[in-house]
């Protein structure tokens, strides 16, 4: 299953609503995953389930889709926010193309 | 609460075997529900999962490192390790230990701060 992610490199200003797309090449249910990776720090999790925040995760962050199709949505960006975004689909396990390349989110 | 903590050297040499250890505190790997895990990410570049191993010694690594990688555990350090053997300049990077959400769930719910990892002569 190769996941694929969009845009590369998204800039927005505060405030913004901004959308991250994963793509998987085959359904993986709703087994896909959101991680955080911000600058010079290790990755942590943010959604699983699709939709599931992880324990502290801000409700601006909010997960939606199914099957191939996923969103991970930012509803008021904010500059801790500068970050990459990781998906991982967990349904085909274990595979070794689990991650999205990533999405690199900037502030305007 | 919960920590992992990656440790082992930071330079290796081209042709040597890198080996890394994570050590879990705050909580015990011995029957424990979770698989536990290496990822690593090259500068500037993706995650990479390496493999996972559960306490009991069986393990599921990345065919891409064909029989390249090795995941142990040992439970009575509350450890595990990771062996990468031949390593060339492409496996510089930064290696993650990590632990799956459970046996049976994949994703990666806590991360270690990482360890770098140079490939030099």
């Known amino acids: 299953t190769v996941m694929t992610q969009s845009p590369a490199t998204l800039s927005a200003s505060p405030g913004e609503r901004v959308s991250l797309s994963c793509r998987a090449s085959q359904s993986v249910g709703i087994k896909l995953a959101w991680y955080q990776q911000r600058p010079g720090q290790a990755p942590r999790l943010l959604i699983y389930?699709?939709?599931t925040r992880a324990t502290g995760i801000p409700a601006r962050f909010i997960g939606s889709g199914a099957g191939t199709e996923f969103t991970l949505s930012i509803s008021s960006l904010q500059s801790e926010d500068v970050a990459v975004y990781y998906c991982q689909q967990y349904n085909h396990w274990p595979r070794p193309e689990t991650f999205g390349q990533g999405t690199k989110v900037e502030i305007k | 609460q919960l920590q992992l903590r990656e440790s082992g050297p930071g330079v290796v040499k081209p042709s040597e075997t890198l080996s890394l250890t994570c050590t879990v505190s705050g909580g015990s790997i011995n029957n424990s529900p979770h698989y536990w895990a290496w990822v690593r990410q090259p500068p500037g570049k993706g995650l990479e999962w390496l493999g996972s191993?559960?306490?009991?010694?069986?393990?599921y690594n990345n065919p891409s490192f064909k029989s390249r990688v090795t995941i142990s555990v040992d439970t009575s350090k509350n450890q595990f390790s990771l062996n990468l053997t031949s390593v060339t300049a492409a496996d510089a990077a930064f290696y993650y230990c990590?632990?799956?959400?459970?046996?049976?769930?994949?994703?990666?719910?806590?991360w270690g701060l990482g360890a770098l990892v140079a490939v030099s002569s």
């Open positions: 191993v559960f306490y009991t010694d069986i393990n």
């Open positions: 990590a632990r799956h959400a459970s046996y049976d769930t994949y994703y990666f719910d806590l």
């Open positions: 389930d699709a939709s």
